[in-house]
């Protein structure tokens, strides 16, 4: 009688350990960590046109990857990150030394690759990086009605960017509540940061760049080696890959990629702005919509255009694009050492060109009077 009570019960326990691990993993492909990093009520407050706060609390329950990772260098049995390593008996087309794009340049004249499509081999470049192993940061935010946009990009992400990498979507948000549940796949997640509301658009903008850089130094640091930003309001149409993963890539603005003098950049033209750019200077202009590397160099980046803008905010300057302005005046003294093109940022707005042959991700119409809180373009 006891023994069969017992073997009863053990059946039972074991089914009820079973279909509970079964709903805990079917839950996590739905599920995001939720980072309460500030709490909005404190944040009320502005100063020098940027969102000004005080950390009250860092909580973190994201899982940590397993891997301690030092100096660009992992104990998983990984290559390092930066490592370019080929797989043995790995097939793949020979590359040719005289074939290629013609239609487009595909190298800068300092020597970093420009990335069109068919400049590389998917094959090649994910055998490569796969083996890295790395894992990748995206840092978003969607204030205010932008959080609208994060179903369609955090969907469309799930099936372009970075498939089968190790990916956490950072969702800063003042609206936690309207963040979608998504299916993710494996090693990808979610984590929500919380932020204040903001009453002007350009505070959003520019502030991104202070809470980036805050939570970069609380917690993403120690769960990324690449970290991306992007802006929300943009869908992923194609493959956007480990071809994409450098030191630092930046990306052609679509608007300004040809035919376009170098003095007619809307670079910031003020001397008086630290983004401040001089007519007969500038290489590329590149848009602050989609940008990415590793992790340090992002954040110094991230960092240099926070407090660039600060300092033009002291003398009651705001540059042309705000922090677009400081990105291309960092860039054009610390060359990126990947050039995307505009295929990795289109917009719906435009037509698509012959030498587009991909758009990868593109920027959705969307009226600016109503999804901004001060209206405007
Ligand atoms: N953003 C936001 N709330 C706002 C304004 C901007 O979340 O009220 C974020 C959002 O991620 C957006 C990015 O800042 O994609 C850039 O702003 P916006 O798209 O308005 O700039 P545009 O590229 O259209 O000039």
Known sequence: ?????????????????????????????????????????????????????NIVEV?????????????????????????????????????NTLKGRTDVNSVTNWNAPLVWEGTFDPVVIDSIYKRMDPRIAVVVFAVGKYTRFLKGFLESGEKYFLVDFRVTYYVFTDNKQDVPQVRLGRNRNISVVSVPSANRWQEVVLGRMK????????????????????DIDSVFHNRFGAESLSRLSAVLHRGYYKNTHRDHFPYER???????????????????????????????????????????????????????????????????????????LWSDYDAVPADIKVVRVSQLVKNYKEVRPNGGH
């Not at 839950?27 to 944040?43: A, M, P, R, T």
């Not at 990150?81 to 790995?90: A, H, N, Q, R, T």
């Not at 980036?212 to 690449?226: F, G, K, L, P, V």
Request: hydrophobic letters at 35%; a negative charge; proline letters at 3%.
């Open 211 to 230: 809470w980036a850089t805050m939570a970069i130094d609380n917690h993403i640091r120690s769960e990324a080696d690449y970290l991306f930003m992007m």
């Open 1 to 53: 009688m006891f023994r069969s009570f017992s073997r009863t019960n053990v059946f039972a326990i074991l089914v009820s350990v079973l279909l509970f691990s079964g709903a805990l993993y079917i839950y996590s492909g739905y599920s995001h960590s939720d980072i309460s990093l500030f709490q909005s009520k404190d944040f009320s407050k502005t100063e020098s046109n940027a969102i000004i706060t």
């Open 270 to 344: 003020r001397p008086q702005s630290k983004a401040y750019i001089p007519a007969g200077e500038g290489d590329y202009y590149y848009t602050a919509a989609v940008w990415g590397g590793y992790l340090e160099d992002m954040y110094k980046l991230v960092k240099h255009c926070y407090t660039q803008a600060e300092e033009d905010a002291k003398i009651n300057i705001e540059a042309a694009w705000q922090e677009e302005s400081h990105l291309n005046r960092y860039l054009l003294y610390n060359k990126p050492t990947k050039v995307l093109s505009p295929e990795y």
């Open 59 to 95: 909580k973190e329950d994201l899982t940590t990857a397993g891997c301690v990772v030092k100096d660009n260098l992992n104990n998983c049995g990984k290559w390092s990150i930066g490592e370019l390593k080929s797989e043995v008996g790995l097939k793949y087309a020979q590359p």
